[in-house]
């Protein structure tokens, strides 16, 4: 086989799985809804407050680490209209209460279903922090390609 320096397409296909029950499957261990139970339900709450910034001000405020580092929301909202969460959690090896949801440009309509592996080259990756709580999620930071490592994070 060749070679090629073309990047090839995500093996993802739309689906025609209906959104709400895949957010019930998603979310079965709380309830069927996201919450910050969970680092996806943080992420999930996080994407779905971001398309209505002035509406939900007060909920991006209160799932993020550090408010004043998003300013108005504005710019991350713009970035983030064009992303699709992934929902497969990426653990951090040196710290448990540390975890990552991927993003990625998905032009389809609708949900994407992957039916193989494939590389990212290009990703977006919110880190969702443990809060003091045992079970509270919150958002810390957005990064391009990859993950902060923990001394940044736990500054």
Not at 5 to 27: G, K, M, T
Not at 38 to 55: I, K, M, N, S
Not at 69 to 91: C, H, N, P
Not at 126 to 154: C, K, M, Q
């Amino acid at each position: 086989m060749n070679e090629t320096p073309d990047r090839l397409p995500l093996p993802i296909a739309q689906s025609s799985q209906d959104p709400d029950e895949v957010a019930r499957e998603l979310f079965k261990e709380t309830g069927g809804e996201p919450t910050t139970d969970t680092p996806l339900g943080t992420a999930w709450l996080w994407h779905t407050a971001l398309q209505h910034v002035d509406f939900y001000r007060t909920a991006l405020d209160t799932l993020a680490v550090n408010p004043e580092d998003w300013g108005d929301y504005r710019q991350v909202a713009r970035l983030m209209s064009k992303l699709a969460i992934m929902t497969f959690v990426e653990g951090n090896e040196d710290d448990p209460d540390i975890k990552y949801v991927k993003f990625i440009d998905y032009a389809g309509d609708g949900l994407g279903q992957a039916f193989e592996d494939g590389k990212l080259d290009d990703f977006y990756s919110l880190t969702v922090v443990r809060a003091d709580t045992p079970r509270s999620w919150h958002v810390w930071g957005l990064t391009h390609n990859g993950f902060p490592p923990v001394s940044e994070i736990r500054e």
